[in-house]
């Protein structure tokens, strides 16, 4: 049964910091992300990592997010700094068999988690 469970969400003031983290069991992946959807918007592509250890950011997260795996205990991070109220959303991790590549912010993931809330204050 594959599981993909997500934890560390919360509620923080801007300029604060949040690690999620998301338990992958189950599963033979290649390319694990993270991924957001705040109410009245868009699902989001944060952050990927291939197997190899090759990252891809969303532009607006760039110097601030920080995605890594312990790929012996098949953990997904993100590492959330100066966090602004526009990262306020649902966050999501997920996971697929095929490499990140470069669509992977469209989301066509085989797996996801039930998300873990992130919400920032001004």
């Known amino acids: 049964q594959v599981q993909l469970v997500e934890s560390g969400g919360g509620s923080v003031q801007a300029g604060g910091s949040l690690r999620l983290s998301c338990v992958v069991s189950g599963y033979t992946y290649r390319c694990l992300a993270w991924f957001r959807q705040a109410p009245g918007k868009e699902r989001e592509g944060v952050a990927a990592v291939d197997r190899d250890g090759t990252t891809s950011y969303t532009e607006s997260v760039k110097g601030r997010f920080t995605i890594s795996k312990d790929n012996a205990k098949n953990i997904l991070f993100l590492q959330m700094n100066s966090l602004e109220p526009e990262d306020t959303a649902m966050y999501y991790c997920?996971?697929?068999?095929?490499?990140?590549?470069?669509?992977?912010?469209?989301?066509?993931?085989?797996?996801w988690g039930q998300g873990t809330q992130v919400t920032v204050s001004s």
């Open positions: 997920a996971a697929d068999s095929s490499r990140c590549g470069g669509n992977w912010r469209g989301g066509g993931f085989r797996y």
